[in-house]
């Protein structure tokens, strides 16, 4: 267990439907960061959250869109899904308050199959 | 901005024997560099991490890597492979860049261990 908690674990839903990934830090760690693992893609990052602002964007797309709550944990809103939208999604966490330089704490993953 | 390759998609080798993966990374300055490990339907979870001070950094797990300015280098070495280090392997490289730092993965080689 690193720590970082992930919920659901596994997601099915239709094109066009909006889910909600969660995401809680390990203790301590004031920094999210989103992450996007597709076969084609690779580790693609979305998104960093730290203290409850966002801090740096990477390759999110407009339907997606996230935040970070007074007790830091996180959700990334996923909306008018594709079906190239099926990929792992990972939330890190770090210790570091300008971002990820004592390198990062995993989750699990959220596994979407969008049908 | 920074880049990172793994020339290698995927490496078998046999257990017992020694294992060395490549990585380049590309960055004007001194990056932050990253050995990652992901079992199948785990997340990431850190092996090693430098960015300055001694070139050859030890990690968990029996690992290793060596920091070459020179050739752009940030290879991950072990010297005896057991059957449970079959995984995926990302090197990462960070940097502080104008809106947070930010941290790319590379594609990833994927480690096959043979008895």
């Known amino acids: 267990d690193s720590g970082v908690t992930q919920t659901p674990k596994h997601l099915i839903t239709a094109t066009g439907q909006r889910v909600t990934l969660r995401c809680s830090p390990r203790?301590?760690?004031?920094?999210v960061y989103w992450y996007q693992q597709s076969l084609d893609q690779g580790l693609q990052f979305l998104i960093q959250?730290?203290?409850?602002?966002?801090?740096a964007k990477g390759n999110i797309l407009e339907r997606f869109s996230a935040q970070q709550f007074p007790d830091l944990h996180s959700e990334l809103n996923l909306s008018s899904l594709e079906l190239g939208d099926s990929a792992l999604y990972f939330c890190?966490?770090?210790?570091?308050?300008?971002?990820?330089?004592?390198?990062?704490?995993f989750g699990s993953g959220t596994r979407l199959t969008v049908v | 901005a920074q880049s990172v390759t793994q020339p290698d998609i995927h490496i078998t080798v046999s257990e017992g024997a020694s294992l060395e993966l490549r990585c380049n990374y590309s960055?004007?300055?001194?990056?932050?560099l990253f050995w990652y490990v992901q079992s199948p339907g785990q997340g990431l979870q850190l092996l090693l991490k430098?960015?300055?001070?001694?070139?050859l950094v030890q990690g968990i797990k029996g690992f290793e890597a060596e920091f070459k300015r020179s050739q752009s280098s940030f290879n991950l070495r072990k010297p005896s492979v057991h059957w449970s280090d079959a995984a995926e392997y990302f090197c990462?490289?960070?940097?502080?860049?104008?809106?947070?730092?930010?941290?790319?993965f590379g594609a990833g080689t994927r480690l096959f261990v043979k008895a």
């Open positions: 890190a966490s770090s210790v570091a308050a300008q971002g990820g330089n004592y390198g990062y704490t």
């Open positions: 203790s301590g760690d004031l920094s």
């Open positions: 959250y730290y203290n409850g602002e966002e801090r």
């Open positions: 960055y004007g300055a001194t990056p932050y």
């Open positions: 430098y960015f300055s001070g001694d070139t």
């Open positions: 990462a490289v960070g940097a502080l860049r104008a809106g947070g730092f930010k941290t790319i």
